[in-house]
């Protein structure tokens, strides 16, 4: 199906508080609650990661769509999606094939601030 | 002690990606894994964050310190601080004080969009 078939569903844009801007999804291991990595998503990423349930982000760098292990086979598989009460952040609760992180971590969120900063 | 003696080490300035620019922050309880909710952090809301052990935040809306609880007490008490691979995006494991949203749910994403969106 192409991408441009997917749009989002007027109940949901409606829950969006801005739907022109790029909001912050965090995607969450559904079955032991890691979070895995924090990314993008625009209204269409966001209605395509509804529509094929694979999370699928607006890249900031390459300014494009970006379907998550698309290149590297690390899917999300999407088990659930949640919008805070002022419609402008994403939890995906999802299911990791691979690792999230390009560096081959698990997650994105490795750095201990706290130990780093004593 | 008063919020401008608070600054952040060299070694946890240097991982940032760009110290000038709003990063999003996702609190987590520290038990359960649950995500509560998402807001942001200047380099200052950080340092204080790091050095109170309290979770505090940039308000976007009100252009100000927050410090999560002040009115509410609905305080967040910092058990650890992660940074992600890239240096713009937070997770604190928190032990959260009553509930996160403003709207008495524990968590703010409490918006269902798969079963709204069907």
Redo the contacts between chains.
Sequence with gaps: MPMNQHG??E??RK?LKDSHTLI?A?A?DHV????L??AWMNEES?AIT?ATKKATYWSRSRNELWVKGSTSGHFQF?K???????GD???LSVEQIGSA???G?LS???????E??E
Tied chains: 1, 2.
């Design positions: 989002l569903s109940a949901v829950l912050p965090i969450q032991s609650g890691k979070i990595m924090l966001l509804l999407i659930d999606v949640w919008l805070d009460c002022d952040a994403l939890v992180c390009h560096t971590e994105c969120f490795h750095q201990n601030l706290l780093i900063s």
